[in-house]
């Protein structure tokens, strides 16, 4: 019985840490800080989230709207970067599936909720093309697979670029002059998520809840 403190030496360095976990009642809320550091903070905190005057709040909310996006959203990348949003990225697997006809045609078949919703965006819209997930294209198939696409998406594709990672999104962005600052991601999933970041992107939206 005794030796039982002595077994627990070699336990991992978190036990500590979930041992000391608040108990009932705690909300998980951050420690109460009433340093200076703290309060300087709480205070352009609250300066920043003050709201503007109401011709800046109601342009705020008409450009939030058109990008399917909360105000929130909209006004924390604001803040983060100094810059307005005005684009969206979006891998191309998430808004149509791309196959071969029988005579080796290159068919897209938009997902239709999804479509629905690019048709509701404001904004200017580039698709990432993961090499991958389309069937394999010459140079003369990619050079006119954005036309084909926006038979589909009523000319609502901006542009189109070829990979799966973040440097594919900022060269896809560089080559249409857009600073990666201004646009987000819209994705499904964990793997959007890290890819957004990756990419410097302020944030990436989820397709379940874009225009909601």
């Known amino acids: 019985m005794g030796d039982r403190f002595d077994r627990l030496r070699g336990r991992h360095a978190n036990v500590e840490t979930l041992l000391r976990r608040p108990g009932i009642g705690h909300n998980n809320g951050p420690t109460f800080?009433?340093?200076?550091e703290?309060?300087?903070?709480?205070?352009?905190?609250?300066?920043?989230?003050?709201?503007?005057?109401?011709e800046v709040a109601k342009m705020r909310v008409r450009r939030a709207e058109r990008l399917g996006i909360s105000y929130r959203e909209l006004t924390a990348a604001?803040?983060?970067?100094?810059?307005?949003?005005?684009?969206?990225?979006?891998?191309?697997?998430?808004?149509?599936r791309v196959r071969r006809g029988p005579k080796r045609e290159i068919?897209?078949?938009?997902?239709?909720?999804?479509?629905?919703?690019?048709?509701?965006?404001?904004?200017?819209?580039?698709?990432?093309?993961?090499?991958?997930a389309v069937p394999a294209l010459s140079e003369e198939e990619r050079a006119g697979f954005l036309r084909i696409l926006n038979r589909v998406f009523d000319g609502k594709v901006e542009a189109i670029g070829w990979g799966h990672d973040?440097?594919?999104?900022?060269?896809?962005?560089?080559?249409?002059?857009?600073?990666h600052q201004e646009a987000f991601l819209v994705g499904a999933g964990m793997g959007h998520h890290i890819l957004g970041e990756a990419a410097g992107l302020p944030f990436t939206k989820d397709i379940d809840t874009w225009f909601s």
């Open 33 to 36: 800080d009433m340093s200076w």
């Open 166 to 179: 973040a440097a594919a999104v900022r060269a896809m962005l560089r080559a249409n002059s857009v600073p």
């Open 38 to 54: 703290a309060w300087v903070w709480r205070r352009a905190a609250a300066k920043a989230w003050k709201t503007p005057n109401p």
């Open 78 to 96: 604001l803040m983060d970067t100094g810059t307005n949003l005005g684009a969206a990225v979006m891998p191309l697997s998430l808004a149509a």
């Open 107 to 132: 068919i897209v078949e938009p997902r239709n909720s999804v479509a629905a919703l690019i048709a509701r965006f404001g904004g200017r819209l580039f698709l990432l093309g993961d090499i991958d």
